[in-house]
């Protein structure tokens, strides 16, 4: 079994910043790839940013310049540091993770999801 869980969610004035966390545990092989997504009201849920076990990054466009997405491998651990945060970033932010288990079987992981809010 593998468990994926957030924290770091918050109210944020516009302007300010938030870290989110995201740990990985369980019967895990090895980590291919850790992102974030995101979930706004009335919204379809969107790729926020994601990285590989080689290190490479992607992020949506909405983000770039503003948000960095960091990972700590020995600690199946990924960050997403929010800066600059406008109110449009308000959502649900939710952790995924594509990994290979013990048993050689290949996952698509999500966590719970938490709320990040902007708002004066």
């Known amino acids: 079994q593998v468990r994926v869980v957030e924290s770091g969610g918050g109210l944020v004035q516009p302007g300010g910043s938030l870290r989110l966390s995201c740990v990985a545990s369980g019967s895990i092989s090895r980590i291919h790839v850790m992102g974030w997504y995101r979930r706004a009201p009335g919204k379809q849920r969107e790729l926020v940013a994601d990285?590989?076990?080689?290190?490479?990054?992607n992020y949506a466009d909405a983000v770039k310049g503003r948000f960095t997405i960091t990972r700590d491998n020995a600690k199946n651990t990924v960050y997403l540091q929010m800066n600059s945060l406008k109110p449009e970033d308000t959502a649900v932010y939710y952790c995924?993770?594509?990994?290979?288990?013990?048993?050689?079987?290949?996952?698509?992981?999500w966590g719970q999801g938490t709320l990040v809010t902007v708002s004066s």
């Open positions: 995924n993770v594509k990994i290979t288990t013990s048993s050689l079987l290949y996952l698509e992981v």
């Open positions: 990285t590989t076990s080689s290190g490479s990054t």
